[in-house]
């Protein structure tokens, strides 16, 4: 079993919508937990981290699930400068970690 | 934030030559580097893990005498792709994380072109 699963998508939404990424762990020692994007040939670059009781930075709220192992981003009021890919990572240990597959998405006029 | 340096950015090779790519921690002190590999409209691939002053680990799958690492300060790794291959070609990416910050941060990534 992988360390991060995450539906690869492709999500396509329409402007305005709102649209929302789940991603699951497997080891229930895992520490911090990590919402990346990343651009078309560019390098990944952290959105947001995710704290045990969920935060929100303008239309983005992330939410911890520790009992069930996942986490979740939201994204409300879609743009078009939100299409990229999202990635999850999941820290294990000190330096232990480990990156979903990422989830694309494409916000349509 | 934190800085990551990786060089080069973007670099054409004949087969059969090697190319070595440099990756930098600029203000912190990176006790662990990642190497990724992304094709187009692909994830990230983790290649290998490398600690300061020690050998790196490299994923299953990944051939250890091709892609040489080395990690041989707190601030620098680099990955040297040997007797490169045009199925090497892809987008090599750096990442760095210190025992002391609990996310990782990316260098901008090289691209490799093997003709």
């Known amino acids: 079993r992988k360390e991060v699963e995450q539906d690869p998508g492709p999500f396509n939404v329409p402007e305005g919508a709102t649209v929302a990424f789940n991603c699951t762990y497997s080891?229930?020692?895992?520490?911090?937990f990590f919402w990346y994007r990343q651009d078309c040939r560019k390098e990944p670059k952290l959105l947001m981290s995710?704290?045990?009781s969920g935060n929100e930075d303008g239309r983005f709220t992330a939410q911890l699930n520790r009992a069930s192992q996942y986490i979740s981003l939201l994204i409300r009021d879609s743009k078009l400068s939100d299409s990229a890919t999202y990635l999850c990572?999941?820290?294990?240990?000190?330096?232990?970690?480990?990156f979903g597959t990422g989830t694309r998405l494409t916000v349509i006029p | 934030g934190a800085v990551v340096s990786q060089h080069p950015s973007r670099v054409i090779c004949k087969s059969g030559t090697s190319v070595k790519i440099e990756c930098r921690s600029l203000?912190?002190?990176?006790?662990?580097m990642f190497w990724y590999r992304q094709f187009p409209k692909q994830s990230l691939m983790l290649m290998a893990t490398?600690?300061?002053?020690?050998?790196?680990?490299?994923e299953q799958g990944v051939e250890k005498d091709k892609f040489l690492i080395n990690h041989a300060s707190l601030t620098l790794s680099t990955l040297t792709v040997t007797s490169a291959h045009p199925e090497d070609s892809s987008f090599y990416i750096c990442?760095?994380?210190?025992?002391?910050?609990?996310?990782?941060?990316f260098g901008q990534g090289t691209r490799l072109t093997v003709v």
């Open positions: 990442s760095a994380a210190s025992g002391m910050a609990t996310e990782a941060f």
């Open positions: 080891n229930s020692a895992s520490q911090s």
């Open positions: 995710v704290y045990s």
């Open positions: 990572v999941v820290k294990t240990g000190a330096n232990n970690l480990f």
């Open positions: 203000d912190f002190q990176a006790t662990t």
């Open positions: 490398s600690n300061e002053g020690s050998k790196a680990t490299y």
